[in-house]
């Protein structure tokens, strides 16, 4: 995170003492009172890269992953990532985008979120 960036961060904390907080791969995400990470479905779709994918918490790709599945019933694992590559302003799938949305496909199938079945992904049905 640059200087700048972090001091501005710093400045803000004070506004987030009401929040709790979780933290994943990216950092700490702050999240409403009325917010329960946990059963939040929710995602930010962008139409441009404004906002790096580096910087989208894991829970949003695992819900945006989640609706894409969710709308077809299944689908291949790559065509996933496509797709929510898409979502969030991407034109090109570049190897590091597919790297971290198959993270998050892998870390979905081991917590019941998803069922691989070869190539293709499907939702759980006790998720």
């Known amino acids: 995170m640059g200087t700048l960036r972090a001091k501005r961060l710093t400045v803000l904390l004070p506004y987030f003492s009401s929040f709790h907080q979780t933290a994943d791969e990216n950092g700490i995400v702050y999240w409403p009172t009325d917010k329960d990470p946990k059963n939040w479905k929710g995602f930010r779709p ?70 691989r079945e070869g190539d293709l992904v499907r939702l759980a049905e006790d998720r």
Request: glycine fraction near 4%.
């Open 46 to 115: 962008n139409d441009n890269e404004s906002r790096p994918l580096e910087q989208v918490p894991h829970q949003e790709l695992v819900n945006a992953v989640l609706a894409f599945v969710e709308m077809g019933g299944s689908a291949f694992s790559e065509e996933v990532c496509r797709s929510v590559s898409e979502i969030y302003g991407r034109r090109a799938l570049t190897k590091v985008v597919e790297t971290r949305l198959m993270k998050v496909i892998d870390w979905s199938v081991e917590n019941n979120k998803l069922v």
